[in-house]
């Protein structure tokens, strides 16, 4: 975040001969104190903290190396057949467990709801079925499964519904969880990028950031704000004065320091508001106009 650091002003009285000095506001502070309490008031914080927000479509992805060319064009113009008759019953609900232990209950959906979202028609279509090698996925065969994705408090099996499609070597895999349970990605500050992306934790009271930044930008440090739910972040970037920049970024590496150990408080990025994932190569910055839970 481009701020520059807070300096002292003096004003010179020179009526009566005495000085009198103030201090701006600082900043980064200013920031990071309106991110911390945009994000407790939040709706979006308890779903975050507590539930399941998936980061990934809930169509899971196919190995598309192994796929005929023809597949993926059937599915984006969702070129889908039925030649079962789908389970109508709705499993009873599962548990959801994450490596720090916590679980939660959520309900499931039958065969036939999780079919109707696999073969919604998309918002567009790449040319009508059967032109071009497109043709109907005919769908022969359901079972049940599980499946690692993503999610808002790291990687969480899941339950899934497995269709087998004649001509595809492995089943099409749906996310099981009915969405209506689960939590959607937070949306940034409007007046913010996500320049810290992801961060490590070092030591229970050392965090390592990666931040983006250009490549003709200086880094002078890293900032850090915490309250008694979050610690918020922010790299101090500035633009160097050239006279050309080939106008790329590059990501580096800067440590922060806390007070206090991060426990399970949640990381936030100073100037887009948003909650950091750790050691993630996912940013919820792209998913700003994007909910998987309607995918």
Same mark, same amino acid.
């Given at each position: 975040? @481009?701020?520059?650091? #807070? ?5 010179? #009285? ?5 000085? =009198?000095?103030?201090?701006?506001? &600082? !900043?980064?502070? &200013? ?25 990934? %479509? ?26 079962? =008759?789908? !389970?109508? =019953? #709705?499993?009873?609900?599962? =548990?959801? @467990? ?27 279509? &790449? ?16 079972? @049940? ?6 999610? %808002? ?25 009915? !969405? ?108 700003? %106009?994007?909910?998987?839970? @309607?995918?």
């Amino acid at each position: 975040m @481009r701020i520059f650091p #807070a300096i002292a002003l003096l004003a010179l #009285a020179a009526a009566c001969g005495t000085t =009198e000095a103030s201090v701006t506001a &600082d !900043p980064f502070t &200013d920031r990071a104190q309106q991110v911390a309490e945009r994000w407790q008031s939040s709706v979006e914080r308890g779903p975050w903290i507590e539930g399941y927000v998936p980061l990934r %479509n809930l169509t899971l992805e196919l190995d598309w190396g192994r796929m005929p060319r023809w597949v993926g064009r059937s599915m984006i113009n969702a070129a889908w057949k039925l030649e079962i =008759e789908l !389970p109508a =019953e #709705a499993p009873a609900p599962a =548990e959801l @467990r994450w490596a720090d232990g916590s679980t939660l209950s959520v309900p499931l959906l039958a065969a036939t709801a999780v079919y109707t979202g696999l073969s919604k028609p998309k918002s567009f279509v &790449d040319e009508e079925c059967p032109a071009n090698g497109c043709r109907p996925l005919r769908v022969i065969a359901v079972a @049940r499964g599980e499946a690692t994705t993503p999610s %808002n408090r790291g990687d969480v099996r899941v339950p899934t519904w497995e269709f087998t499609v004649k001509g595809v070597p492995e089943p099409i895999r749906r996310v099981a969880v009915d !969405p209506a349970a689960m939590g959607g990605p937070p949306r940034p500050l409007a007046d913010g990028i996500q320049e810290v992306k992801t961060y490590e934790v070092r030591a229970p009271t050392d965090l390592q950031l990666s931040f983006l930044h250009g490549t003709c930008d200086t880094t002078y440090g890293s900032r850090v704000h915490e309250t008694p739910e979050a610690v918020i972040v922010d790299v101090d970037v500035r633009q160097d004065d050239v006279d050309i920049c080939n106008a790329m970024g590059k990501i580096d590496r800067i440590g922060v320091t806390l007070r206090k150990p991060l426990g399970r408080r949640v990381v936030l990025d100073s100037s887009s508001g948003l909650p950091l994932l750790p050691q993630s190569d996912i940013h919820l910055a792209e998913l700003r %106009n994007y909910d998987p839970r @309607r995918s």
